[in-house]
């Protein structure tokens, strides 16, 4: 499918599809672009618009003749299908197959989206106009403490995306947990197209600091933030005192949510007058980031992220306490279970919702020190990170949970007794 991405994950696919070879047994096909309906969600328009070019690609694989090869065509196992495009469930249906849905986010958040599916199936609640703005504390299966309610994901609190999110809540089958799921591959390595000018500066740096004194602020390939916001950062970086990596990237302008942001021209005029002189030996502004890189080094010792699952995942891996600043998507559950069920984060906001649309409120240069220094100073949030690094590690061995649970589901694939 041809969604709009950012170029960086465009570059990416590109790659993935031109290393693809038979050997590995991986094939990457590209599907005509449609145009979206302007009367629909645009996500579910995306999906609809696919299904026939998904259904004839799959058609020609199975059974059109392969006049150099005697081999028979390849049997069809099943579909594995994004949580969000299950609408590709009456594609795989057709084929008389099973569907295996894949949910990149947390176990916590499949059970969050069971149990709301169940509030407005089983109990008619109306999401979308029933929690928006409300105090009400859910008691969701999957968490030790009540979440409240105006940190439901933001699909949750839009009509528009309700249909979507219903019909990927609509199963409860078998689960088989996996990962932590990342891509550690290192810009140092065959992947280029991550590279950017200036990478190597920040790495040299960064072998210049003291173990886990830099503190990392990045939000993401989405993450971008208004000039007012970005001035309240950089005092609070400033009075905080610790050395600090700042990746900073221009938002695109308003209405525009599915462009991606890009990088600024003139840091200078965003931020307070004098900034950058003062603070040239502690701390570095940068654009785009490579993350893991960063996050890997050992100098960095916090991370100010917005809370997307990937994110969260590589600094449990590399074992870098969090400084939860959720903006949008489910990154406000993110940020509750890292922050109060885990406590493997500290809060700036945790119900901050980025508007795209309009004006979002400002959070003030002292709660965004006050979460700095919580991580940079505070001991027991930096063991829990480290020992939750661990476990990460660990179900990722030979012998781990992660390997076992894929075992078993491939097994349930090969045999087709799902």
């Not at 609190?157 to 609509?170: E, G, Q």
């Not at 590279?195 to 190597?200: A, C, N, S, Y």
């Not at 307070?272 to 980031?289: N, Q």
Request: proline share 8%; aromatic share 8%.
């Amino acid at each position: 499918m041809n969604p709009i991405l950012e170029p960086r994950a465009t570059k990416y696919v590109d790659s993935l599809t031109a290393s693809s070879n038979p050997i590995t047994g991986m094939r990457f096909l590209h599907l005509p672009s449609v145009d979206l309906k302007a009367n629909e969600p645009p996500l579910f328009s995306l999906i609809q618009g696919h299904k026939p070019h998904v259904k004839e690609t799959v058609s020609k694989l199975l059974f059109s003749s392969n006049e150099s090869t005697p081999d028979p065509p390849p049997r069809l196992a099943g579909f594995v299908i994004d949580m969000l495009l299950t609408g590709m469930i009456d594609v795989a249906n057709e084929f008389g197959v099973p569907s295996y849905l894949f949910s990149p986010s947390s176990a916590t958040y499949l059970g969050l989206t069971l149990f709301l599916h169940a509030l407005h199936e089983e109990q008619g609640v109306e999401l979308s106009t029933e929690f928006k703005d409300s105090d009400t504390e859910l008691p969701i299966p999957t968490l030790a403490n009540p979440l409240p309610a105006r940190l439901l994901p933001s699909i949750v609190l839009d009509k528009n995306f309700l249909p979507v999110f219903h019909a990927s809540a609509a199963r409860s089958p078998p689960i088989y947990p996996v990962g932590p799921i990342l891509n550690l591959k290192r810009s140092g390595n065959s992947n280029k197209y991550e590279e950017e000018e200036g990478d190597e500066d920040v790495m040299k740096w960064l072998d210049e600091q003291a173990t886990s004194s830099v503190v990392f602020l990045c939000f993401g390939s989405w993450g971008s933030l208004e000039d007012v916001q970005m001035r309240e950062i950089a005092r609070a970086l400033e009075h905080s005192g610790h050395p600090f990596l700042w990746s900073l990237r221009q938002p695109p302008p308003k209405r525009e949510m599915a462009a991606a942001p890009s990088e600024y021209v003139n840091l200078c005029e965003r931020l307070p007058d004098g900034f950058l002189h003062r603070t040239g030996e502690t701390g570095r502004v940068i654009g785009w980031a490579p993350q893991v890189d960063i996050l890997a080094h050992p100098a960095i010792g916090g991370l100010v992220s917005h809370c997307g699952w990937n994110s969260t995942l590589e600094s449990v891996w590399f074992g870098v306490p969090i400084v939860a600043w959720p903006m949008y998507a489910e990154q406000q559950f993110n940020a509750f279970q890292l922050a109060t069920e885990s406590g493997l984060a500290s809060e700036i906001k945790m119900d901050y919702r980025k508007n795209f649309y309009g004006e979002t409120d400002v959070v003030s240069a002292g709660e965004i020190e006050k979460g700095i220094r919580h991580v940079m100073e505070g001991a027991e949030v930096k063991r829990k990170m480290k020992e939750m690094s661990g476990k990460a590690r660990r179900a990722m061995k030979n012998d781990g949970s992660s390997y076992s649970s894929l075992g078993c589901l491939i097994h349930e694939i090969v045999e087709g007794s799902i």
